[in-house]
């Protein structure tokens, strides 16, 4: 009887341990992989590539005959995760610029660039060699937006899974500077529902 609990007892154990090894493996840019009813980077993917075709296709810039300046702005996080929506503007950004279609201001590195400027106006750098002053182009537009979400539990009943609703919502919006009219505005969504058990590791 003792050995019988001993080796059941080895086995639950072997099982246990079996099920708490970590194993890996790589995946894809473009494969979905969703754990949860979470935000996940296969959201954003599809979230950039929505909104940047919405963008280049749509008033004003399918009509332009140049190339039209903008400077993209952070997109405000209005949800209660933690999301890295600068991820969303970089890959804007850049799908953008491979369209060859706008010219966008390096928002970002604006510090810099003044650092720089200072210092070859320092006296260090020969004056041939110098950048110009007062050379910078302006931008005509800005890219602006605002990442919601609202998650929706389902109401308390008898039941042997719990089910999560979760909505997210990408607004962006394109400003003329110039005049402070907004020229095109879109938005896409990631809707998704989990299921899960009561019980469960």
């Not at 194993?23 to 979230?47: P, Q, W």
């Not at 600068?86 to 799908?95: F, L, V």
């Not at 929706?152 to 394109?174: A, G």
Request: aromatic letters at 8%; glycine letters at 6%.
């Amino acid at each position: 009887m003792k050995k019988a609990l001993f080796l059941w007892g080895g086995i639950l154990l072997l099982v246990f341990l079996a099920g708490c090894s970590v194993t890996t493996r790589e995946v894809a840019s473009d494969e979905k992989v969703i754990y949860d009813e979470g935000y996940h980077f296969s959201d954003k993917k599809a979230i950039v590539a929505d909104m940047s075709e919405s963008l280049l296709t749509k008033h004003p810039l399918v009509r332009s005959t140049q190339r039209p300046v903008l400077i993209v702005y952070g997109i405000a996080n209005r949800t209660s995760e933690h999301i890295s929506t600068s991820a969303i503007t970089d890959d804007i950004r850049q799908t953008l610029l491979e369209s060859g279609r706008v010219r966008l201001i390096n928002e970002t590195q604006r510090k810099n660039i003044a650092a720089e400027t200072s210092y070859q106006y320092g006296g260090s750098v020969a004056a041939e060699t110098r950048i110009l002053k007062a050379r910078q182009v302006g931008a005509r537009y800005m890219l602006t937006g605002t990442l919601r979400s609202i998650k929706k539990d389902q109401p308390r009943q008898f039941r042997l899974t719990k089910k999560t609703l979760m909505y997210y919502s990408l607004n962006l919006e394109l400003t003329d500077i110039q005049t402070g009219l907004i020229e095109w505005a879109d938005s896409t969504e990631v809707i998704r529902e989990a299921s899960k058990p009561f019980i469960g590791w």
